[in-house]
């Protein structure tokens, strides 16, 4: 099954401790992105992937890390979280940058 | 200015009715243009694309796009309470995607 998977579902940590939130896609496809989505505000892009190795920021990059060294992964990496950074995270994949997302199940993740 | 702007709503509809729902985008050079749905506590899903003006039928869904107004519409024939839901709409501009905030509808048996 073609598929965006995300890693974990729900994540509860503490202000300064390092996380990553792990994706995968199974599609081949070039372009992946990471979004947060907050009320009120939608869906934010984060950081964006057109192939290996080449990534580049979005709306909201600060706070955030991201790398891609294979096709399929797209890891985003909190390096010393923070409350704001509380929120709804969508990672997702597109054939190209023109194309429509598939969009993984998204990670509740709660700073304390 | 948002990139992309959409009625929040909620937006009610009857069962067997048409809803319509609007986005407005600000940059000209946007290239194409989506609507997901996404149901409560769910990732979105794309329904639909289109890339050129005018009219774009699939099954009941019709998008409609307007360049020189920086318009696009989605409606939706035949509202099942199924179709209730956040629709959200992006546009592609050069290398990123932005989306709305959505329009909330509720198909009303």
């Known amino acids: 099954e073609a598929q965006v998977t995300q890693n974990p579902r729900y994540l509860i940590t503490v202000t300064g401790k390092k996380l990553t939130v792990t994706c995968s896609q199974n599609?081949?496809?070039?372009?992946m992105s990471w979004y947060r989505q907050d009320p009120g505000l939608g869906l934010r892009q984060i950081y964006y992937?057109?192939?290996?190795?080449?990534?580049d920021k979005g709306d909201v990059p600060e706070g955030y890390k991201v790398s891609r060294k294979e096709k399929r992964n797209f890891p985003l990496i909190l390096e010393s979280p923070s409350p704001n950074q509380t929120s709804l995270y969508f990672c997702?994949?597109?054939?190209?940058?023109?194309?429509?997302?598939?969009f993984g199940s998204g990670t509740r993740l709660t700073v304390v | 200015q948002k990139e992309v702007e959409q009625n929040s709503g909620p937006l009610s509809v009857p069962e067997g009715a048409i809803a319509s729902l609007n986005c407005t985008y600000s940059d000209r050079g946007s290239q194409s243009f989506f609507w997901y749905r996404q149901y409560s506590g769910k990732s979105p899903e794309l329904i639909m694309f289109?890339?050129?003006?005018g009219d774009k039928e699939d099954g009941r869904f019709t998008a409609q796009l307007n360049k020189a107004s920086q318009y696009v519409s989605l409606l939706i024939r035949d509202s099942q309470p199924s179709d209730s839901a956040t629709y959200l709409c992006a546009v592609n501009t050069g290398n990123q995607f932005y989306f709305g905030t959505g329009t909330s509808l509720t198909v009303i048996p």
């Open positions: 289109i890339y050129s003006n």
């Open positions: 599609m081949n496809h070039e372009y």
């Open positions: 992937s057109m192939n290996v190795e080449v990534t």
């Open positions: 997702a994949s597109s054939y190209d940058r023109g194309g429509g997302y598939t």
